[in-house]
C-alpha cells in the first residue's frame, strides 16, 4: 500500500464498513472500519483500516461497566466471608468462656 511508503491526504474520514464492503474489501477485516486517503507522490486513491474513536469509546466504557459490576460481586463476597469468619470467631471464643 502506498500509504506505508510515501505521505498521504485522508480524503474521507474513517466510517464504519457497510455489508458489501465488510465482504468485498480485506481492509474492514481487522476493525470494521476503513477511511479513504489519497496518496501524495503517486496520487492513488487507497482504502485504510482505521479505528473509530465512537467505538473505543463504546468499548472504554463497556469495560469501565463491567469492572463496576465486578467489583460490587466481590465486595459482598468479602462482607460474606468477613460475617462467616467473625461468627466462627465469637463461637471459638464463646466454647472458650464455657469451659472455664
Do not use: Y
Request: hydrophobic share 45%; glycine share 2%; proline share 2%.
Amino acid at each position: 500500500p502506498c500509504w506505508q511508503v510515501e505521505d498521504f491526504v485522508v480524503a474521507q474520514e474513517c466510517a464504519r464498513c457497510s455489508s458489501f464492503q465488510a465482504k468485498t474489501m480485506a481492509e474492514c477485516n481487522p476493525t470494521g472500519f476503513i477511511e479513504k486517503i489519497n496518496c501524495a507522490t503517486s496520487k492513488r486513491d487507497e482504502f485504510k483500516s482505521c479505528r473509530s474513536a465512537v467505538m473505543e469509546a463504546h468499548v472504554f466504557w463497556r469495560f469501565v461497566g463491567t469492572m463496576m459490576c465486578v467489583t460490587a460481586v466481590f465486595a459482598v463476597l468479602v462482607v460474606c466471608r468477613q460475617r462467616v469468619l467473625d461468627r466462627k470467631a465469637l463461637e471459638k471464643v464463646r466454647k472458650q468462656i464455657e469451659s472455664i
